[in-house]
């Protein structure tokens, strides 16, 4: 007996239209995550500027970022806390990447920033500077509770991850606006766009939050003056930073992550660079809050003992060799 549409109350009818139209909605989608991953070309960077300034480029992503953007045929200012370092990044940008200008600007985000602005200011006058990537962050040595952060952490976490990076970007904002194009990258955090609550680094995932507000923000106001403003949200990364050193398909080495990541630059406002963090993000969203809630926290409170442990051994250590040195006198 054939199935006639015509032929079915209005109540039958309903539910299958709409079923139909879930089923349509969610195969676009498929595609276009297949398309936006596996397809869709990058950007001519350099119709930006022919400058990019990263901070914090000496490891990790703003590393990785640093050398992506030569590879894209961008001159670069570097500014990171530590000339060694950054002379070392700069060199080898250079001998892989021979015609690539850099300027390294030697700032401690952390310390005084109204000087070290200044450097900034300085550095990039006259530079046609399209490109913005704020990578540098700090971060807890490892999970506590709120009450547990001392003053100087919190302080430090802050002013690099709030203060610095919004000073970074009003001085290099007004030639963007003059020029009337540029592209600002945020380095955001799938702490705080993948998973409910962040708990035992709350300060840090706070932070993110701010970034990740602000960069949407900018993107409405900026656009209009042809400037992009983007929040790029990874999630784990085998970095110094989040202290993970073996790379797996979730964990990405940072040359990995940001081959991914250059590819993004212009585009959306918000995004996960790298499809298996997309993957990740989605199944995570999934599942009941509370459930997330409570296995981060059970992960995060594993990190914590870990963490007294590792400080309990080095301060041991340090009065054990201090009590040895005291005998050979």
């Known amino acids: 007996m054939e199935f006639c549409i015509k032929a079915q109350p209005f109540w039958v009818l309903v539910p299958l239209v709409l079923g139909f139209l879930l089923v349509l909605k969610s195969a676009l989608a498929s595609l276009r995550w297949v398309y936006i991953y596996f397809f869709r070309p990058a950007k001519d960077l350099k119709k930006y500027g022919s400058w990019a300034l990263v901070t914090g480029p000496t490891d990790g992503i703003g590393k990785g970022l640093a050398f992506e953007l030569a590879r894209k045929h961008l001159n670069l200012v570097l500014v990171g806390r530590n000339p060694e370092k950054l002379k070392g990044v700069s060199d080898a940008i250079k001998s892989r990447y021979g015609r690539t200008q850099i300027r390294n600007v030697v700032v401690d985000l952390a310390g005084d920033l109204s000087e070290g602005i200044e450097r900034i200011r300085e550095a990039i006058e006259g530079l046609d500077v399209g490109i ?134 212009g585009y959306e406002h918000t995004c996960v660079p790298y499809w298996p963090h997309s993957i990740q993000t989605t199944l995570i969203r999934a599942l009941p809050e509370s459930l997330v809630d409570w296995l981060w926290f059970q992960y995060l409170l594993a990190m914590r003992r870990q963490g007294q442990i590792q400080v309990s051994k080095k301060n041991n250590k340090a009065i054990g060799g201090q009590g040895d040195f005291s005998k050979g006198r």
């Not at 003053?151 to 002013?159: G, W």
């Not at 202290?243 to 630059?265: D, H, V």
Request: aromatic letters at 8%; a positive charge; hydrophobic letters at 40%.
């Open 132 to 265: 913005l990537v704020n990578c540098a962050g700090t971060a807890y040595p490892y999970a506590k509770f709120f009450h547990e952060v001392d003053e100087e952490l919190l302080k430090d976490v802050i002013q690099v991850n709030v203060e610095a990076n919004y000073k970074v970007t009003k001085a290099v904002l007004p030639g963007m606006l003059q020029r009337k194009r540029g592209a600002i990258v945020n380095i955001g955090s799938g702490s705080v766009t993948a998973t409910p609550s962040y708990p035992l680094v709350s300060v840090y995932n706070a932070t993110k939050a701010y970034l990740h507000q602000l960069s949407r923000n900018l993107h409405v106001e900026c656009k209009l003056n042809g400037i992009d403003v983007q929040c790029q949200v990874p999630l784990l990364v085998a970095t110094k930073m989040s202290r993970l050193k073996k790379t797996n398909l979730f964990t990405p080495a940072p040359e990995k992550y940001c081959k991914a990541s250059i590819r993004w630059i």
